[in-house]
């Protein structure tokens, strides 16, 4: 029996949905609206379309599968197309992320993944939906496998980098600032190790990021990152350069999380009190602000976005 459809026309608070995963892509919203009042054949073009595009493939399917009828619509969708693999695929991500709310097994998810995998051998989508399972729950030996798996599929993967770097930065959470931290060699690989046009550049950004999330969690560095000494060390001011010099240089404009980048990118300057290149990235971020790394260590990620646009742009 197919499951009962979502109530339609239910009045949602403002504050319910208030980051877009979507960013800027129009049509990938577009196609989860649809999917949230059952019309599951938007989100079978738009991924039909997508073709081997990984990252924005990436992209689509787990911004898709965080709508809350996301699963219950793509079985109906399976019901017309049992073989699908983009349906598969996509109930796979969905129950990924329902284990990682705590409303799915978490085996039944990875179980998933790898049917979908058998699908599609090619394409790395079904393991980064292991890798999120394994960032959140696994052993570092699960979590290099799937990582692994993902990049023997596409090398550049720009999500499966990031849960990588987010979970390599809370290894030795209490060592204290140390330069000589794994996550920073793991980012500087990746970056060095990527083609000159990827945004795997900014990585190391990324991870010192990440880094400081944990130090302040631990109490190792001020609550407030504008206060605190991790973004005015020399290595830190390196890697901030670096970062901006490729931005300037590449930009990037139409890769799928771009403005991710960005919102770290100008999180560092902002932190870094560089004014003037944070001002130039506050341009571009528009009002695409990311929960991370704005909420780091606890904060409202909204206020500290507008706080620090406001202080980079001179209109606070």
């Given at each position: 029996?197919?499951?009962?459809?979502?109530?339609?026309?239910?009045?949602?608070?403002?504050?319910?949905?208030?980051?877009?995963?979507?960013?800027?892509?129009?049509?990938?919203?577009?196609?989860?609206?649809?999917?949230?009042?059952?019309?599951?054949?938007?989100?079978?073009?738009?991924?039909?379309?997508?073709?081997?595009?990984?990252?924005?493939?990436?992209?689509?399917?787990?911004?898709?599968?965080?709508?809350?009828?996301?699963?219950?619509?793509?079985?109906?969708?399976?019901?017309?197309?049992?073989?699908?693999?983009?349906?598969?695929?996509?109930?796979?991500?969905?129950?990924?992320?329902?284990?990682?709310?705590?409303?799915?097994?978490?085996?039944?998810?990875?179980?998933?993944?790898?049917?979908?995998?058998?699908?599609?051998?090619?394409?790395?989508?079904?393991?980064?939906?292991?890798?999120?399972?394994?960032?959140?729950?696994?052993?570092?030996?699960?979590?290099?496998?799937?990582?692994?798996?993902?990049?023997?599929?596409?090398?550049?993967?720009?999500?499966?980098?990031?849960?990588?770097?987010?979970?390599?930065?809370?290894?030795?959470?209490?060592?204290?600032?140390?330069?000589?931290?794994?996550?920073?060699?793991?980012?500087?690989?990746?970056?060095?190790?990527?083609?000159?046009?990827?945004?795997?550049?900014?990585?190391?950004?990324?991870?010192?990021?990440?880094?400081?999330?944990?130090?302040?969690?631990?109490?190792?560095?001020?609550?407030?990152?504008?206060?605190?000494?991790?973004?005015?060390?020399?290595?830190?001011?390196?890697v901030m350069k670096a970062a901006f010099d490729w931005w300037l240089e590449w930009?990037?404009?139409?890769?799928?999380?771009?403005?991710?980048?960005?919102?770290?990118?100008?999180?560092?300057?902002?932190?870094?009190?560089?004014?003037?290149?944070?001002?130039?990235?506050?341009?571009?971020?528009?009002?695409?602000?990311?929960?991370?790394?704005?909420?780091?260590?606890?904060?409202?990620?909204?206020?500290?976005?507008?706080?620090?646009?406001?202080?980079?742009?001179?209109?606070?």
């Amino acid at each position: 029996m197919s499951p009962p459809p979502p109530p339609l026309g239910r009045g949602r608070r403002p504050a319910a949905q208030p980051f877009d995963e979507a960013l800027d892509d129009a049509e990938l919203a577009a196609a989860r609206a649809a999917l949230a009042q059952g019309r599951w054949q938007s989100a079978r073009s738009l991924l039909a379309h997508t073709g081997d595009d990984w990252d924005r493939r990436g992209h689509r399917v787990t911004v898709l599968a965080r709508e809350s009828y996301c699963a219950a619509w793509t079985r109906e969708w399976l019901l017309v197309e049992p073989d699908s693999p983009d349906a598969t695929v996509l109930l796979a991500l969905s129950r990924v992320r329902r284990a990682l709310a705590g409303k799915e097994d978490p085996d039944r998810a990875r179980t998933a993944c790898r049917e979908a995998a058998r699908l599609l051998p090619a394409d790395p989508t079904p393991w980064l939906g292991v890798l999120m399972l394994e960032r959140a729950r696994g052993t570092d030996a699960d979590l290099v496998r799937a990582f692994e798996e993902v990049r023997g599929r596409y090398a550049d993967h720009h999500h499966a980098h990031h849960l990588m770097v987010a979970r390599l930065a809370e290894r030795r959470a209490d060592a204290g600032a140390d330069p000589l931290h794994e996550v920073y060699d793991f980012a500087n690989w990746a970056a060095e190790q990527a083609p000159a046009d990827s945004p795997l550049a900014v990585l190391p950004v990324v991870a010192h990021a990440e880094r400081y999330r944990v130090l302040a969690a631990a109490g190792h560095e001020p609550a407030d990152p504008g206060a605190s000494g991790h973004w005015s060390g020399r290595r830190a001011r390196q890697v901030m350069k670096a970062a901006f010099d490729w931005w300037l240089e590449w930009e990037q404009d139409g890769h799928p999380r771009r403005l991710i980048d960005l919102n770290f990118l100008a999180h560092a300057k902002s932190c870094g009190r560089r004014g003037a290149e944070a001002a130039a990235l506050f341009h571009r971020i528009g009002d695409h602000v990311t929960p991370a790394p704005w909420s780091y260590p606890d904060r409202d990620p909204r206020s500290a976005f507008r706080a620090a646009r406001a202080a980079a742009l001179g209109t606070g």
